[in-house]
């Protein structure tokens, strides 16, 4: 069955990186785009990057581009989300996803913490 794993969240400072991967199994990752999505508590579930199946073309929410920035590495299965100059802003729940013949498939989530 899909299975998407995420990892690499936790507490960064204001102006930090982290980097988060989520690992997929149980289908041809290399065959599907896959999206990163947050949410805040309190706020809706925001789209953040998108990436294309082998990686050409990448898409960004205004709140993050030119700061995050998504790849793949498909032969490992894995999705990474780099995200540099952290504001307090960004702290949320991050979560991988993929559509895979109109089913809705998404991670555990890994929380991202910007504080001083």
């Known amino acids: 069955q899909v299975q998407l794993v995420e990892s690499g969240g936790g507490l960064a400072q204001p102006g930090g990186s982290l980097r988060l991967s989520c690992l997929a199994s149980?289908?041809?990752?290399s065959n599907w785009a896959m999206r990163w999505y947050r949410q805040a508590p309190g706020k809706e579930r925001e789209?953040?990057?998108?990436?294309?199946?082998?990686?050409?073309?990448?898409n960004y929410a205004n709140s993050v581009k030119y700061r995050f920035i998504i790849s793949r590495d498909n032969g490992k299965n894995t999705l990474h989300l780099q995200m540099n100059s952290l504001k307090p802003e960004d702290t949320a729940m991050y979560y991988c996803?993929?559509?895979?013949?109109?089913?809705?498939?998404w991670g555990q989530g890994t929380q991202v913490t910007v504080s001083s």
């Open positions: 996803y993929a559509r895979i013949y109109n089913y809705d498939y």
């Open positions: 789209l953040v990057a998108v990436i294309t199946s082998g990686g050409e073309s990448r």
């Open positions: 149980g289908f041809d990752f």
